[in-house]
T-cell receptor, first 112, second 111 residues
Framework: SQTIHQWPATLVQPVGSPLSLECTVEGTSNPNLYWYRQAAGRGLQLLFYSVGIGQISSEVPQNLSASRPQDRQFILSSKKLLLSDSGFYLC???????????FGEGSWLTVV | AQSVSQHNHHVILSEAASLELGCNYSYGGTVNLFWYVQYPGQHLQLLLKYFSGDPLVKGIKGFEAEFIKSKFSFNLRKPSVQWSDTAEYFCAVNGDNDMRFGAGTRLTVKP
């Protein structure tokens, strides 16, 4: 069966520090991968999605970036965090035909 | 890029009342449509989904949704809500591999 792992679960980082959130999917190949941020009253904001290795579509202007170095690995990064980057980040995957989406457990990021 | 709109930010109903939550999307091509529910302190759960076929889709817990292509809508309904339906509801649309969610509708059911 397919599983999705996301880590770390909780992170407290100072302003200006770097960020790396990692996500891996097991039990499937060539998934579509997603990074979302969930904020109260704003639903799930799509940050990045990827349909293949090295293929990243960005939805937001950033100091955030994403990379897909391997088929089932998706990384969310920042060189310098802002206070406004605080939030709950979710990694997710779907099959190639865009069917049901499966979420990781999420990562709580607090920038102080 | 496509977008997803949920009309109601917060809906308050009494038990046994009927529910309809609106969802509209902007995308001209073929879409897959979803409704998810998030109970307080929990992760998102899939309520129902539409890929093709009968535009009236039945999901779990007595929920259903109707896809009206001409209106670009996928409204969620339940004939009689219960206190346990208190949660946040998210519509989602996948049109070009970019799965997008609406801002959510918070439903409060009063006993």
């Amino acid at each position: 069966s397919q599983t999705i792992h996301q880590w770390p679960a909780t992170l407290v980082q100072p302003v200006g520090s770097p960020l790396s959130l990692e996500c891996t999917v097991e039990g499937t190949s060539n998934p579509n991968l997603y990074w979302y941020r969930q904020a109260a009253g704003r639903g799930l904001q799509l940050l990045f999605y990827s349909v293949g290795i090295g293929q990243i579509s960005s939805e937001v202007p950033q100091n955030l970036s994403a990379s897909r170095p391997q088929d089932r690995q998706f990384i969310l990064s920042s060189k310098k965090l802002l206070l406004s980057d605080s939030g709950f980040y979710l990694c997710a995957w779907t099959g190639q035909f865009g069917n049901t989406i499966y979420f990781g457990e999420g990562s709580w990021l607090t920038v102080v | 890029a496509q977008s997803v709109s949920q009309h109601n930010h917060h809906v308050i109903l009494s038990e046994a009342a009927s529910l309809e939550l609106g969802c509209n999307y902007s995308y001209g091509g073929t879409v897959n449509l979803f409704w998810y529910v998030q109970y307080p302190g929990q992760h998102l759960q899939l309520l129902l989904k539409y890929f093709s076929g009968d535009p009236l889709v039945k999901g779990i817990k007595g929920f259903e949704a109707e896809f009206i292509k001409s209106k670009f809508s996928f409204n969620l309904r339940k004939p009689s809500v219960q206190w346990s339906d208190t949660a946040e509801y998210f519509c989602a649309v996948n049109g070009d591999n970019d799965m997008r969610f609406g801002a959510g509708t918070r439903l409060t059911v009063k006993p």
